[in-house]
């Protein structure tokens, strides 16, 4: 098994860390917009009824989820020129 040089570990550590920071931005903002929509469409109305609040929270995650996912291209666009931009030797 080779060994990393101390510029791979460094840029690999940078890669991940600006991943992260973009996937912290995309939960942030994701969870903002379902939750102000959620509170526009007044969901908790439909919860009056059992099968309303059996579907509330099936419901608002998904609406999260398709929020959360339409955020992976952006993700991997600037991580992956982040990356392009490194040195590597």
């Known amino acids: 098994m080779s060994q990393f040089s101390p510029v791979e570990i460094a840029n690999w550590v940078a890669i991940y860390l600006a991943a992260g920071i973009c996937c912290a931005i995309?939960?942030?903002?994701s969870v903002s917009v379902t939750a102000h929509g959620l509170w526009q469409d007044?969901?908790?109305?439909?919860?009056?009824?059992i099968k309303g609040?059996?579907?509330?929270?099936?419901?608002?995650?998904?609406?999260?989820?398709?929020?959360?996912?339409?955020?992976?291209?952006?993700?991997?666009?600037?991580?992956?020129?982040?990356?392009?931009?490194?040195?590597?030797?």
Request: charged share 10%; aromatic share 14%.
């Open 26 to 29: 995309a939960m942030l903002l």
């Open 53 to 89: 609040a059996a579907l509330l929270l099936p419901k608002t995650w998904w609406r999260w989820q398709k929020l959360y996912l339409l955020s992976t291209p952006v993700t991997l666009g600037i991580v992956g020129s982040f990356a392009a931009t490194m040195s590597w030797s």
């Open 42 to 49: 007044k969901v908790w109305q439909d919860a009056r009824t």
